[in-house]
Every structure is written in structure tokens, then in C-alpha cells.
């Protein structure tokens, strides 16, 4: 039996040393800002704080750009050319066409390697709650479960994988069209704070209109408590991400640690830049397993 490598790109949101640690190699995405294009990695090429201060206080509007097929060829190949398998895992392909190209580059390199397969799986998640998915993925691969296995039980399982956030900042949700200008305009002056999920679909979905933090910070950990394994008794994996928003993010963490006494610690990470330049600063996001989405 081959061995395999699991593999994953940029946008899962977790610590650039958490990848060197579970041996996963990824593809770093792109993003344009102020005429210059840098690499989506861990703010090695663009500092994190300068990247939200610039698009937060500046106004500058980046943009990003989706995997392309020498990317996935460099990430594959080199696995293949050593006698390995390939199970890479993708984000959402309703918020990026990018697994298209990983589909172009499994079909060219399969003609050239025909005794490897390379298993592709479209998460319909982003950000941590990639990340999450991938870290329950890299747990079974160290416990020896094979890749066909693996993949099958991952294309069953991931939309487990339980996605919710909110945001004030709306004028970034308005220049990605998920909400109105004017609802922009009079949701900033209201205070409203949208709370989002990810459809089963893998859209990114406005589910409430709340106003105030202190609310909508309860109302996604209730939704936790509604949705999650178990719920308040959940005692799996928690991860949070956050763009340049330590103080809410510490309040939702704060309220998970009360409500799921289960719940030992809520690994909290950084909104990366490809994300971040849809999300904007001020983006609290929360993740955990639970029922299938449905919706």
C-alpha cells in the first residue's frame, strides 16, 4: 500500500508553524493591495497589523486571486515523483474556483503518474473551520487510516464542520456584496452586527440581524449550543479566528469556556490576509462539530 500526504492551502487560517508541525505541505494564495501583489503566508511578506490598519484606517481595497494550475502541480508533484499519494483538501469552492484548477492538475498529472491517485476534496468550509476539518483529518491519518478511507470518510463528514461569525464592520460586506449599501449605511449607524453561517452549500449566509456586541456575542454561542455535538455537554475541538478583533474575540471565548464546561480551550487564530480582504477587520468567527448543515 502507498503512503500518502495530506495536503491543504493557505486559507485554512491556522498558524504558519502549525503546518511544519503536522507535516502538511500547502499552496499559498494571492492577494493585490495598493498595486503590489504578495503571497498569502502568515504576514511573512505583509505584517498582519499593517495589512488591517491599511484596509481598516486607509481604505485600501484588496483583492485576491484564486490557485492556479502550476500551482497544485508544484505541491503535487513532488509527492508523486516520490512514491506517494495525494489527499488535498480545498476551500469552498462557492467562495473560490480554485479546486477547478486542482481538478485540471490532478487530471495532467494522473497521465503522468498513472500508479497514483490524487483525492481531492471540496470542503465547503473556510477559514478555521478548514482548518478544523484538516486538523481532524491529519488526526485519523496519524492513527493509519488509509487515504481512500480517508477521503471517504471526509466527503461524509464535512459539513459537520459548523461555521459562525459576525462582523461590524459592514462596509467590507458591502463592497462583497452580501449586504446593501444602504443597509450598510444604516446597519453602521444602528449598530447592527450580522450574524453568518456557511450553508450546506458553502456560501457564506446572513442568518440575523442583531444589534449590539454583547447580543450578538450570545447569540453565537447559543447557536453553538443548538447546533454542536452533544450541546452544551460538546466536548470536541473549538477553534475562533479573528481579524484584528482580540477584544470580541476573547468575549466569545470567555463565553464558550462558561456555557461548555467540556470545552477545556478555544484555539484562537488570526483571519489570514486572503480571507481577511473580504471579511475586513473586526471579524469574529467560532467553529466546532455538530449536526450535518442542512441549510
Sequence with gaps: MAGYQVTASSTTDLPADYYVKRSVPIANYRFHLDGEVYLDDFGKSLPLSEFYRRIGEDGAEPTTSQLNLSDYISLFEPILHRGEDVLHLEMSSAITGSIQSAYFARDQLSAQYPDRRIYLVDT??????????????????????????????????????????????????????????????????????????????GKLTPRAKIRGKKHVVAECVRRMAEFADGGTSYSG??????????????????????????????????????????????????????????D
Design 124 to 201: 465547503l468550509a473556510a477559514s478555521a473551520g478548514y482548518g478544523l476539518l484538516l486538523d481532524k483529518v491529519l488526526d485519523f491519518r496519524d492513527e493509519g487510516m488509509p487515504a481512500e478511507e480517508l477521503y471517504n470518510w471526509t466527503e461524509a463528514h464535512k459539513l459537520n464542520m459548523h461555521h459562525w461569525f459576525f462582523t461590524s464592520e459592514l462596509k467590507h460586506l458591502r463592497r462583497g456584496g452580501r449586504v446593501s449599501a444602504s443597509a450598510a449605511i444604516v446597519g453602521t449607524f444602528l449598530n447592527i452586527c450580522p450574524l453568518m453561517n456557511m450553508s450546506n452549500e
Design 237 to 294: 475541538k473549538v477553534f475562533l479566528s479573528h481579524s484584528a478583533n482580540m477584544t470580541d474575540a476573547q468575549s466569545v471565548v470567555s463565553l464558550v469556556l462558561a456555557t461548555f464546561p467540556n470545552v477545556r480551550e478555544v484555539q484562537v487564530s488570526d483571519v489570514g490576509t486572503v480571507i481577511g480582504s473580504h471579511t475586513g477587520p473586526g471579524t469574529v468567527a467560532l467553529f466546532f462539530w455538530g449536526r450535518k448543515r442542512v
